[in-house]
């Protein structure tokens, strides 16, 4: 019933910038902060950020603080993540994730070239 679709990963050069979105469906989405989570290559997940229901808060890792800017369009149950300033070390899948479950889509990669 929950589904969490990710989109708008690709290749991009060092310095370049993409834009993600999560399409959610299956539960209240207004109501719950949501979180982008990566998967580096032969690595484990990765917390990148965090938007409250409220879009009050937002919260990010220190690797991607002052790049990543995470929004969200509750009337079209759409998570976003604006990426710029790619460095090779932000190459992997990424996951959208409400913080109340564990759940998650199959990603999006993100493949930054060096």
């Known amino acids: 019933e929950v589904q969490l679709v990710e989109s708008g990963g690709n290749l991009v050069q060092p310095g370049g910038s993409l834009r993600l979105s999560c399409v959610a469906s299956?539960?209240?989405?207004?109501?719950?902060?949501m979180n982008w989570v990566r998967q580096a290559p032969g690595k484990g997940l990765e917390w990148v950020g965090v938007i409250n229901s409220g879009e009050t808060k937002l919260r990010y890792r220190d690797s991607v603080q002052g790049r990543f800017t995470i929004s969200r369009d509750n009337a079209k149950n759409t998570l976003y993540l604006q990426m710029n300033n790619l460095k090779p070390d932000d190459t992997g899948v990424y996951f959208c994730?409400?913080?109340?479950?564990?759940?998650w889509g199959r990603g999006t990669q993100v493949t930054v070239s060096s």
């Open positions: 994730a409400p913080s109340s479950w564990g759940a």
């Open positions: 299956g539960f209240t989405f207004s109501m719950h902060a």
